[in-house]
């Protein structure tokens, strides 16, 4: 498994850095950091940012992603709000996480709580040409649901 170095810098003195679940985790979680280490509630249906206290630098030609955690999700019905947070390489503000809760209760998040998973991953920038043609494939133009259940 290869790893890397990815720069990191609490923002806060009592901020927790990410950590890895188990050896073969592609995520790493992201902790909850309030200033007051009051909980932080969520009623029904409402989004709330949650601070980690770190800021990161992921190198060029990677980018961080910010998914759910599957229990939290599953279980509390806690998830980002934008399904899947973005962190360019060149950002280097604050990591927050803003949780929705699609829940039916209200749900409360705990100080240096696990809120999410922050994934460190190359991508491919696109070089866009303007075509007045695309090449032919057996799906063609089917959408939404067009390659069954």
């Given amino acids: 498994m290869k790893t890397m170095t990815v720069r990191i810098k609490k923002l806060a003195e009592g901020a927790k850095l990410p950590t890895y679940g188990s050896e073969y985790a592609a995520g790493a979680d992201l902790y909850a950091y309030t200033e007051t280490q009051a909980p932080i509630r969520i009623g029904p249906g409402e989004t709330a940012v949650v601070h980690t206290g770190l800021a990161i630098e992921i190198p060029e030609g ?3 992603f910010i998914y759910a955690r599957s ?11 934008n399904k899947v947070g973005v962190i360019d390489s060149d950002y280097r503000g ?18 240096f709580e696990r809120i999410a998973q922050l994934v460190i ?3 491919y920038k696109a070089a866009f040409e303007e075509s007045e043609e695309l090449s ?3 799906r063609g133009e089917g959408g939404f649901g067009s390659t069954g259940k």
Wanted: aromatic fraction near 8%; avoid cysteine.
């Fill in 62 to 64: 990677f980018g961080g």
């Fill in 71 to 81: 229990g939290l999700a599953t279980k509390r019905g806690l998830a980002p709000a």
């Fill in 94 to 111: 604050e990591i927050r996480v803003a949780l929705h809760n699609h829940s039916k209760y209200e749900q409360s998040i705990e100080p």
């Fill in 121 to 123: 991953a190359p991508y």
């Fill in 136 to 138: 032919d494939t057996v």
